[in-house]
């Protein structure tokens, strides 16, 4: 299906990229959690534009955040989805929405959360995402090392 968005349009398997999802395990780690939990409810509106790809919003590849703010607050650095397809006028295309917090959105092939290999995707990142701490559990307890630390460790940078 040819999806037009603003001035970006999109060739996107929907039936692929549910697919995928179906399939896609989740992160069960505690920022994660707070993530899912509440995603839905916070942002109705990027809940609605994801699903135009056939993205579950609260079903990412790839969550990196900061540290528990004073107030009790994650600052989600990025949340990142995979769609099965391909943009048709530019590699790479931005966007803002306003939802309950002004979101940046930034869609391109050039992260690939999941090693995708040899199917035309793109991804989809949202920046700018901070949710409170809803957990019944202290933060930092049993949580896995960041996107960073990760990348880091992969490519011999420890």
């Not at 001035?7 to 039936?15: A, H, P």
């Not at 916070?42 to 004073?70: H, M, N, Q, T």
Request: proline share 4%; charged share 30%.
């Amino acid at each position: 299906m040819i999806l037009q968005k603003n001035d970006g349009k999109f060739l996107v398997d929907l039936e692929k990229t549910k697919a995928y999802y179906q399939n896609h395990s989740l992160c069960d780690c505690q920022a994660c959690r707070n993530f899912y939990q509440q995603a839905s409810a916070a942002f109705p509106k990027l809940k609605d534009f994801l699903a135009d790809f056939g993205v579950d919003l609260e079903r990412p590849d790839e969550i990196a955040w900061g540290d528990l703010s004073p107030e009790g607050e994650i600052d989600y650095l990025f949340v990142a989805y995979t769609v099965r397809g391909k943009s048709l006028r530019q590699d790479f295309y931005e966007t803002d929405l306003q939802d309950s917090l002004f979101l940046s959105i930034v869609i391109d092939k050039g992260y690939v959360p999941n090693e995708q290999e040899g199917e035309d995707y793109f991804v989809i990142s949202v920046y700018n995402i901070v949710l409170p701490w809803v957990l019944e559990e202290p933060f930092g307890d049993t949580i896995k090392p960041s996107f960073f630390q990760r990348l880091k460790k992969r490519f011999g940078k420890d």
